[in-house]
């Protein structure tokens, strides 16, 4: 078994380094040519595995997009590449790099914290380096994505759930009728039956097309939003970056002040996020407080996030019973799963990770087993980009960094493979 698993590792880091472009890691060639924020993320750990000081230069690069006002874009466009819609045309920003116009998750905040940890005397400088970006980046989602102290998204890829059903009936309200000609690039590299349709991709290029007309300019663009939705994934990611990022300030003497103040009202807003009909944490339209009613990957993450409500476990534990892979990103119950299409029923490596770390911390059994069946569904399926949740079939692309990195920094550590 030994051996299987050296081979596995062998695998993993060749595709992080094929997908290296030097600073910076692409998800994976072709669909996604450039760094994507949250994916980068996962590369630092998966990097971290094999060469702890490019795993901090991949940090080092997201920062270097950073927004004056604080904002950390969901892409950077270092190279042009034709095969990618939409461009840094299509966007028209003004950071200090070709971006994009929105955000994702945070997770980097806590992965600089497990970077450290590794080894501390080499992540002092970086970490001194990235603590007032990384805070000022806190500063931004408190200012322009906070609604009754949980996190909103303003455009689903901030979510990194694009087509998630929690989003349907917000984008239901937007009539992309005026959206225009444009021709979809991802199709030519992976099945539509796997994709987001096109009215979801109508919609998401309407809100990409506002931005733009209103210059990516936050205040202005929080000014009748169109789509605003809290979101389980953007708040508990955030609460335990701030957290890390709380530890990070104290072992390095930083001020962590404001920080306090920011988990308090983060706690806070995650009890928004209850939902006692599905017994979950759920997403909430803001604009007019109404739940999705969607039991999701992201409605497990609060143990994650630092919250171990009793109630959720039994949720878990009947979402995962039919499904041997972990957790779905819809629920199989749900009439509107779909076990190929992206996130509206695969299984995410990376979602299982953040899960199942949530759940270690809290000492749940479900924890360790989320470990070994991911870890398994990779070594049996491959690096792929995600999983059909009822067989483990492999589905979007191909070679993707943030399985590998999956496998790397958790699925594949103390793995039982028989």
């Not at 979950?280 to 143990?303: I, K, Q, V």
């Not at 190929?340 to 299982?352: A, F, H, S, T």
């Not at 049996?380 to 993707?400: I, L, M, Q, V």
């Not at 399985?403 to 790397?408: D, F």
Request: glycine residues 10%.
């Amino acid at each position: 078994m030994q051996a299987i698993k050296d081979e596995l590792d062998r695998r993993a880091i060749q595709i992080m380094r094929d997908n290296d472009r030097g600073g910076y890691t692409i998800p994976t060639h072709g669909l996604y040519p450039y760094q994507w924020n949250w994916d980068s993320a996962f590369a630092a750990l998966g990097f971290a595995a094999f060469d702890p000081a490019r795993a901090w230069r991949e940090l080092e690069i997201l920062y270097s997009g950073q927004w004056l006002d604080g904002m950390v874009p969901h892409i950077l466009f270092h190279r042009p590449d034709p095969g990618y819609f939409p461009g840094p045309d299509v966007w028209q920003c003004r950071g200090p790099l070709p971006s994009s116009g929105i955000t994702q998750p945070p997770v980097s905040l806590s992965f600089a914290r497990r970077l450290y940890e590794a080894n501390p005397a080499m992540g002092a400088v970086p970490v001194r380096m990235l603590f007032d970006p990384m805070r000022r980046w806190v500063q931004w989602f408190m200012a322009w994505r906070q609604h009754e102290g949980a996190i909103c998204i303003a455009h689903p890829w901030e979510s990194g759930r694009d087509n998630a059903a929690d989003w349907d009936k917000a984008m239901a309200a937007i009539d992309p009728a005026d959206v225009g000609h444009y021709v979809r690039r991802d199709l030519d590299h992976v099945h539509a039956a796997m994709r987001p349709t096109k009215d979801d991709y109508d919609r998401y290029i309407w809100l990409v097309q506002r931005g733009r007309r209103l210059g990516w300019h936050a205040p202005s663009l929080a000014v009748d939003q169109p789509f605003f939705v809290a979101d389980p994934t953007m708040t508990f990611t955030l609460m335990r970056g701030v957290r890390d990022l709380i530890w990070l300030g104290e072992q390095q003497g930083l001020p962590t002040a404001s920080l306090w103040n920011d988990l308090q009202m983060l706690e806070q807003g995650a009890e928004t996020l209850w939902n006692p009909e599905i017994r979950a944490y759920d997403s909430r339209n803001a604009l007019d407080g109404e739940f999705s009613g969607t039991l999701s990957n992201a409605s497990f993450l609060a143990w994650y996030g630092g919250i171990d409500r009793p109630e959720l476990a039994g949720t878990l534990a009947e979402v995962l019973a039919p499904l041997p892979y972990g957790v779905p990103s819809l629920a199989l119950q749900d009439p509107r799963f779909d076990p190929k299409r992206y996130w509206r029923g695969p299984v995410w490596g990376v979602l299982n990770m953040l899960v199942g770390m949530g759940l270690e911390d809290f000492g749940h059994p479900q924890g360790q087993m989320l470990r070994q069946t991911t870890g398994r569904l990779i070594a049996s399926h491959g690096f792929a980009e995600y999983f059909d949740p009822r067989d483990g079939a492999p589905a979007g692309g191909g070679s993707f960094t943030w399985t590998a990195a999956v496998w790397l920094a958790w699925a594949g550590v103390s793995i039982e493979l028989a």
